[in-house]
């Protein structure tokens, strides 16, 4: 139940644009990825609640797919869409 709960904050971290908690977490963490995910955090010490639910973006990413409609939040050349390298390699 626990990964499924944090798999729901991932998917709605991508999905909801205008939400507050993203708001918070890409203040916090800044972006990367065009806006999909934020940057792992740096800190070494104490428990982070971010850094629990990004320890299974992998697995996330693996389940997903992505719509490149008109191309702003996709890189078609260097994001990693089959294998794992980006078609630019």
Do not use: Q
Not at 2 to 18: G, I, M, Q, S, V
Request: charged share 30%; with cysteine; glycine share 6%.
């Amino acid at each position: 139940m626990n990964e499924a709960l944090k798999t729901k904050w991932l998917w709605r971290f991508a999905k909801e644009d205008d939400a507050v908690r993203k708001n918070v977490f890409k203040a916090k963490y800044g972006i990367e990825d065009l806006g999909w995910w934020t940057k792992r955090s740096s800190y070494s010490h104490g428990f982070s609640f971010w850094k629990s639910i990004l320890a299974g973006l992998k697995h996330f990413k693996s389940l997903v797919h992505f719509e490149v409609k008109d191309g702003t939040r996709v890189l078609f050349w260097h994001d990693v869409l089959c294998g794992d390298r980006p078609l630019k390699t």
